[in-house]
């Protein structure tokens, strides 16, 4: 007989794991969510084959039960799930982007000899909903997991078993030191890309043209601000501590460029931008991880009408698909830039390749 997962929360993220668990395991694959819509779609997209009715249906004899709602929700299921009898041996984890508090509240469930096993992909996107999920979403991402102190090591394998098919690498971590790591390299940086968002359209009143003149850099540090603002909300008000924290030592900083700027310090202004960039071009570049590395690839375009299908059909014609594609940078009668996004780093060098071929001057960065 096929062992069953049961999935909470059909979107994005647990739409992308019943994929990827899909490919490695021949499995009976059940979900549960609160949104109609959200249900109907998994179920044409075939990333579920049942769905529940109710949490407490979803759980009977699940072997694997998997929590992909937003944090605060996830919390409350969990004490919920306190209330239902589950299999033997069932393993349950979750997805959420903040630890601590889930993992404490799973303490009702190891209390009875349940295995409840932290986890967080740290890869994602902007977009929500099961139409976004993919299979190979957290490829090469990290997969944190936070087992409590005692957890099995054959629990913790097995979870990772079945996982395997995410193609993630799995590290252990302490909740506490995920909270205060993905604070600063997650939760953090959503603050600040709503927070430049905001910025710019209090401008927008009184200066229509700043939204339209929103370009290249101001685009692409605000991308994550189109995230889902209910997922947000609970990752901020769950990662308070840490959060506060870092608005304290971002504030001092901000009043130090302040400074570096009223005394126009040519020096230290030069050094902090020079630092800044030292660190951020040493950041590995093939590991996805909260700062996730896509295989981009940049083609420079005289901007007239065609050349965007010129260049995606001599990539259909050698069969190499792109998972994205943005123009930068195109102002009238000037050069602009397309940004090719690639599944992997053979489709990125193949792509080269034949657009070089092809007499495009293209660039990696
Ligand atoms: N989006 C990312 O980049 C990312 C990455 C890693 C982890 N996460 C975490 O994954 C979780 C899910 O995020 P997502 O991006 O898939 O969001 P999503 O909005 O795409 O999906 C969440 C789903 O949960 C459902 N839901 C809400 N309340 C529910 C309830 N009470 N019962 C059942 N279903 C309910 C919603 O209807 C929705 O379909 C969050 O905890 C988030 O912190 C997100
Ligand atoms: O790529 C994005 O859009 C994301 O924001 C993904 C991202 C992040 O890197 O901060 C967001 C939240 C998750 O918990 C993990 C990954």
């Not at 969510?33 to 179920?43: E, G, H, R, T, Y």
Request: hydrophobic share 45%; proline share 3%.
């Amino acid at each position: 007989m096929k062992r069953t997962v049961f999935i909470v929360g059909l979107g994005l993220i647990g739409g992308s794991i019943a994929l990827a668990i899909r490919k490695e395991h021949d499995v009976h694959i059940r979900g549960f969510d609160i949104s109609q819509q959200q249900v109907k779609m998994a179920l044409s997209l075939q990333v579920i084959d049942e769905v529940a009715p109710s949490l407490e249906e979803g759980v009977k004899n699940a072997d694997l039960i998997i929590f992909a709602t937003p944090v605060m929700k996830t919390e409350e299921l969990i004490q919920e799930l306190a209330g239902y009898s589950l299999k033997a041996g069932a393993i349950i984890t979750d997805v959420g982007s903040t630890k601590k508090r889930i993992v404490t509240q799973a303490d009702c469930l190891t209390e009875k000899g349940v295995t409840f096993i932290g986890g967080h992909p740290m890869a994602g996107s902007h977009k929500s909903g099961v139409e976004a999920a993919r299979a190979h979403l957290f490829e090469n991402a990290f997969y944190i997991l936070t087992p409590a102190e005692g957890t099995d090591l054959r629990q913790i394998i097995q979870l990772q078993n079945w996982l395997k098919g995410t193609k993630a690498t799995f590290i252990e971590l302490t909740a506490e030191q995920h909270d205060r790591l993905a604070g600063a390299i997650s939760h953090f940086p959503h603050i600040v890309a709503a927070s430049l968002v905001h910025q710019v359209a209090k401008m927008d009143g009184d200066e229509p043209l700043v939204s339209r003149l929103a370009a290249g850099g101001f685009r692409d540090i605000t991308r994550i601000a189109s995230a889902s603002p209910a997922m947000w909300r609970d990752i901020l008000l769950h990662n308070k501590e840490s959060l506060l924290e870092l608005l304290s030592s971002w504030t001092t900083e901000m009043n130090e460029v302040r400074a570096m700027i009223e005394t126009e310090n040519a020096d230290d202004i030069f050094a902090y931008f020079e630092q800044a960039k030292a660190f951020r071009d040493g950041l590995p570049a093939r590991e996805k991880g909260a700062i996730p590395s896509f295989y981009d690839l940049f083609v420079d375009v005289p901007d007239h009408p065609g050349v965007i299908s010129d260049v995606t059909s001599i990539l259909a014609q050698h069969e190499i698909s792109i998972t994205n594609i943005r123009i930068l940078e195109t102002r009238e009668d000037i050069m602009g830039v397309l940004r090719l996004s690639f599944r992997s780093e053979e489709d990125r060098q193949r792509a080269q390749v034949h657009l070089q071929q092809a007499m495009y001057d293209t660039y990696m960065m």
